[in-house]
């Protein structure tokens, strides 16, 4: 897993918690030492190491804590790489860019990255089917970063996760729903 993804990690526990929790979460699950430079590769085990003890820590499955990370990963991943929204025009394209623009675009700038393989259906207006595949079976991770695109663009969304890898799939599939918010109203 790429640098980039542990300094997300970093950046949310330091912003929810400080950074003495993210030093003791260091101390047991890093090698001493470790700096993580954005581009560079690093253990998977390492980040699932320190995601699970967050998940300890503050008491959540971690299912819960790859959702969250997910969500604040989109707007760290977004912020980091300003060229990648401009392209969209919406939620909608987004989503269906993912592998083909946004994901391809990583695999130019990073030597070789680690991404999962994702595929999208548009069924109508309001619900595109994607389909996710990685040996590393972070589909809530997925979840959250869809969340977080959603609310980027200010949409409403259920994500309905049919089928699962970790249910002994062999892909994910994920039903998006959704619609603009209304304006003025409080959901
Ligand atoms: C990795 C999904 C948007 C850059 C990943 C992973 C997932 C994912 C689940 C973890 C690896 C795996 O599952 O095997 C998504 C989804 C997105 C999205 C669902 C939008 C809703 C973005 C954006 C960027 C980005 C906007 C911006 C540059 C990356 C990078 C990695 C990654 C750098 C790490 C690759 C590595 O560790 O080698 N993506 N992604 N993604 N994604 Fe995305
Ligand atoms: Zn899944």
Known sequence: MKGII?????????KTHDITVWEKLMEKH???????????????DE??????EVAVVVDKPLSDI???FGEFLFAYLT??????LVQFEDFSSLIMGIDTVIH?????????????QIHCEKIDERNILMFYRSNRKLCFCAEGLINGAASYYQMNISID????MHEGEQECTLLLTFEEKEHGKIN
């Not at 391809?104 to 999962?116: D, G, M, Q, S, T």
């Not at 996760?161 to 699962?164: G, V, W």
């Open 79 to 84: 912020q980091k790489h300003g060229e990648i």
């Open 47 to 52: 980040l699932f190491a320190l995601a699970q």
């Open 104 to 116: 391809a675009e990583v695999a130019k700038l990073y030597h070789e990255p680690n991404l999962p």
């Open 30 to 44: 890093a090698p001493a030492e470790r700096v993580y430079v954005s581009a560079k590769n690093y253990p998977d």
């Open 161 to 164: 996760h049919q089928k699962c």
């Open 66 to 68: 790859l959702r969250t």
């Open 6 to 14: 542990f300094r997300g990690l970093e950046e949310l526990v330091v």
